[in-house]
């Protein structure tokens, strides 16, 4: 969603490289170029302003003009401002004293409030909590039939005593599910409210009297983070209206230009505390400013990676492997089907291609990351998994007649396995040889590394043997030389091994009495 203003901000980081000292026109320069990016990111224009005024006062300031390198000082800048923009600090669901804790969900139909139920609830689920969706949707047609369903893919509960399409009512049904938690034992109550495709009079009452009989401890605002900048006049008018404690932007994977996420959270005051950035249940986390302004800037996301990769793999599994890569055998124990494991726990992370932007730089290659295919993935398990089990735990026994057998059994080409299995010994040896400390191959001068001590004696070696002459006189002249600076080195080490001058060492030696009894 931010490619459009990563790009503008990137080039425009770009020409202040290389600058000792930044002037006034270089700084009034930057400061338009980023007024332009965020404008054409549909960013609010009082947004604008405010951003840009309190950039321009920092970066005239004594923290640029002091720094070492004044074009990273103005990054470090536009970072902490993009940050303050965002909601500064992270913020966290409020719990109440005595469960139930009631959230209220609100906004406009076509917001995605019933998707965003379920995976708000999906999510409380995996932090150890067991919620409750409530169907007060009794407007749009079949509402109720989608929160089920949605929660029974989310594996929570639900609560949905009316059909909806027009029946029932709405802030009855809030109220009773509150007992309702309480008596199955419910500690999170997530109510879905009925929208509409705009701002109303029967929207806002019917939203305030929800408010008013459960009394939620959050009200949350969902917003379509695609909309644009109407996105920041339906919050206005909400928070006037109805009040709403913190923000959700859904659809946040779109390709729209994001604008709305850096406008609602300093024009309505309230901080946005979650994101929905894709279609599965799992597209849904914690909203964090400090790694939204990271993303933008082209810094990658590590920490919500590293979250990731927590989440999906165990401490003993990822210990059993490195024994496996670090062993004596240089790495031989780890067997394709150990690769197909780690393979499937990276997939249960999520989108290769959202895995490797959050990586830092990777806005660089954008395009190719964009365009990576999926489903390589899927196509490399069904090779592995076409293979016998002592194929797998032993790869060298796969020759021409197995690869077309593996082959035919995969839907792939002989070629697409033989390459498989090169790229695993590769892959193996270079992970075997990272795990036992080695570090990379091909890297001159450091250990277990290519051009390393040995071959370059051998270099030397070779480049003296071929200093010979071709002239049988000159040969043997060379030869004698060659033998006396041998002898002559020789007796000089020799001599200063024992501290004795060339020549004599090992002659008339007489070691000190005190010695002598250990010599018998």
């Keep these: 969603m931010f490619d459009t203003l990563s790009d503008r901000l990137a080039a425009t980081f770009k020409n202040l490289r290389g600058k000792g000292r930044l002037s006034e026109a270089d700084i009034d320069a930057t400061a338009r170029e980023i007024r332009i990016a965020l404008l054409e990111a549909d960013v609010a224009l009082p947004v604008v302003r405010a951003f840009i005024k309190q950039i321009k006062e920092r970066a005239t300031g004594a923290e640029v003009s002091a720094a070492l390198n004044p074009a990273q000082q103005v990054?470090?800048?536009?970072?902490?401002?993009?940050?303050?923009?965002?909601?500064?600090?992270?913020?966290?669901?409020?719990?109440?004293?005595?469960?139930p804790t009631v959230i209220m969900l609100a906004g406009l139909q076509g917001a995605g409030k019933t998707t965003l139920a379920g995976k708000l609830g999906r999510w409380l689920k995996s932090q150890g909590h067991s919620p409750l969706l409530v169907a007060c949707d009794l407007q749009r047609p079949n509402a109720v039939n989608q929160l089920s369903v949605v929660a029974e893919r989310a594996g929570v509960g639900v609560y949905a005593p009316q059909p909806g399409n027009g029946v029932g009512d709405p802030v009855q049904v809030a109220k009773d599910s509150i007992e309702f938690a309480r008596t199955k034992q419910y500690d999170v109550v997530i109510v879905d409210t009925a929208g509409r495709l705009g701002i109303d009079q029967e929207l806002m009452r019917q939203a305030a009297d929800i408010?008013?009989?459960?009394?939620?401890?959050?009200?949350?605002?969902?917003?379509?983070?695609?909309i644009g900048q109407d996105a920041v006049n339906t919050a206005e008018a909400f928070r006037d209206g109805v009040g709403f404690d913190g923000v959700v932007l859904s659809k946040l994977d779109g390709d729209?230009?994001?604008?709305?996420?850096?406008?609602?959270?300093?024009?309505?005051?309230?901080?946005?505390?979650?994101?929905?950035?894709?279609?599965?249940?799992?597209?849904?986390?914690?909203?964090?400013?400090?790694?939204?302004?990271?993303?933008?800037?082209?810094?990658?996301?590590?920490?919500?990676?590293?979250?990731?990769?927590?989440?999906?793999?165990?401490q003993q599994e990822a210990e059993k492997m490195a024994s496996k890569l670090a062993s004596s055998k240089g790495g031989k124990d780890f067997t394709l089907d150990d690769f197909l494991a780690q393979m499937e726990?990276?997939?249960?992370?999520?989108?290769?291609?959202?895995?490797?932007?959050?990586?830092?730089?990777?806005?660089?290659?954008?395009?190719?990351?964009?365009?990576?295919?999926?489903?390589?993935?899927?196509?490399?398990?069904?090779?592995?998994?076409?293979?016998?089990?002592?194929?797998?735990?032993?790869p060298t026994l796969i020759n021409g007649s197995r690869r077309a057998r593996i082959a035919k059994g995969s839907g792939v080409e002989v070629s697409a396995v033989k390459n498989l299995v090169e790229r695993f010994f590769e892959a193996r040896k270079m992970m075997s040889r990272m795990a036992q400390g080695g570090g990379?191959?091909?890297?001159?001068?450091?250990?277990?590394?290519?051009?390393?001590?040995?071959?370059?004696?051998?270099?030397?070696?070779?480049?003296?043997?071929?200093?010979?002459?071709g002239n049988p006189m000159k040969r043997k002249q060379q030869e004698e030389e060659a033998?006396?600076?041998?002898?002559?080195?020789?007796?000089?080490?020799?001599?200063?091994?024992?501290?004795?001058?060339?020549?004599?060492?090992?002659?008339?030696?007489?070691?000190?009495?005190?010695?002598?009894?250990?010599?018998?």
């Design 211 to 226: 408010r008013d009989a459960v009394s939620p401890d959050e009200v949350l605002f969902v917003v379509d983070a695609m």
């Design 440 to 469: 990379m191959p091909g890297m001159p001068g450091m250990p277990g590394m290519g051009g390393g001590p040995g071959k370059q004696k051998k270099k030397q070696k070779q480049a003296k043997g071929k200093q010979r002459s």
């Design 256 to 314: 729209a230009r994001g604008g709305a996420a850096l406008s609602i959270a300093h024009v309505t005051g309230r901080q946005i505390m979650f994101a929905s950035n894709g279609e599965k249940l799992d597209d849904f986390d914690a909203f964090h400013p400090d790694r939204m302004a990271s993303r933008i800037l082209g810094m990658g996301d590590m920490l919500t990676l590293i979250e990731k990769a927590e989440q999906t793999f165990s």
């Design 483 to 520: 033998a006396a600076r041998r002898a002559a080195t020789e007796e000089a080490a020799a001599g200063g091994a024992f501290g004795l001058p060339p020549g004599q060492a090992g002659k008339d030696f007489e070691l000190p009495d005190e010695f002598k009894k250990f010599m018998g």
């Design 345 to 394: 726990q990276v997939r249960k992370m999520g989108s290769i291609s959202k895995l490797l932007g959050m990586l830092p730089g990777m806005g660089q290659i954008k395009d190719q990351i964009n365009n990576l295919d999926e489903r390589d993935v899927d196509r490399t398990a069904a090779i592995i998994k076409s293979m016998t089990p002592a194929e797998r735990q032993e």
């Design 75 to 99: 990054i470090k800048i536009v970072n902490e401002e993009l940050i303050g923009i965002l909601g500064g600090e992270t913020r966290r669901l409020r719990f109440a004293k005595n469960p």
